[in-house]
């Protein structure tokens, strides 16, 4: 076997390998999983203001694993997110894992980092695997989930807080242009969001926010979108998120960033957003099932939200950190 790179302009079988890859590792995890069109975005384009590169471990064509390295250009710039890292479980047991890890651990040194982050369940194979090559815990991460299906509708609307001073927009899918300007500004918010001592705050500006907004359609998704502003000026305050799959194939919503600035708290905006956002799509999207969403289990104050709503634990991961 050999490690190659995945040509980003021709990434043919072997993205659909790692995606294969990806799916088999992942198969005994509960929620929803990527689509080939998701983790092609992950793989191929990485997050806005990054350089991302993915390799694959192959024998004759078939890919036996591979890995996605992000590396960050704008801010940042001394650390890579390692996501996916993957084996097909029947081929483990081979250090197949560990060729891949240190392969990534040498992209690492040729580009000049130091700090390498990825994120497995707390249990389970990643867990042990991350453990076993030095990796230590930066961040305790939990999923919760709603079902749509037996949530209290008429509670859920009893809940919505009355806020003066404040006016809520919604929008479906990518934000148009004459946005850009406002989701840049509400984004910093997420700085202010648990996470790695060694992680800097990042920056956005028109052109990440475009590229963001572009990959939602290329990454097979649409999205549900609330903003709040302040009556007096119209000022962005807070703003929240839900992505699902364009072809609404599989039943999930995810529940993405939800931020209030932070001279905008107090008034319950984060509540009143994530809850007129989810009644919302509950009125056009009925066919949903369930949401799910992220949260470091350090957040008091968005898991009380959450809880509130009626999200429930799925499971529990951890952030893993190494220095290079």
Sequence with gaps: MHIQPIDLDRPGELMTGLHDAYLAAHAHEPG?????????????????????ESWVLSDGGKVAGGYSLALPQSDNRHMGWLFPLVVRPELRGRGLGSELFEHALGRMRAHGRTLLLTETPTTGVGARFARAHGMTVALQEARRTLDLRTADWSALRGMLPEVPGYRVERFVGPAGPELLADLATLMSGMNDAPRDADVEDMTFDLDRLRLREERVTLGGETCYTMIARRESDGAPAGYTRIYLTADRSDGWGHQADTTVLREHRGHRLGLLLKLSNLLWLREREPHLERIITWNATSNAHMLAINEAMGFELLDEWDEWRLTV
């Design 32 to 52: 929803p999983k990527l689509s080939l069109a998701r983790l092609s975005v992950i793989a191929l384009l990485g997050p806005p203001g990054d350089r991302v």
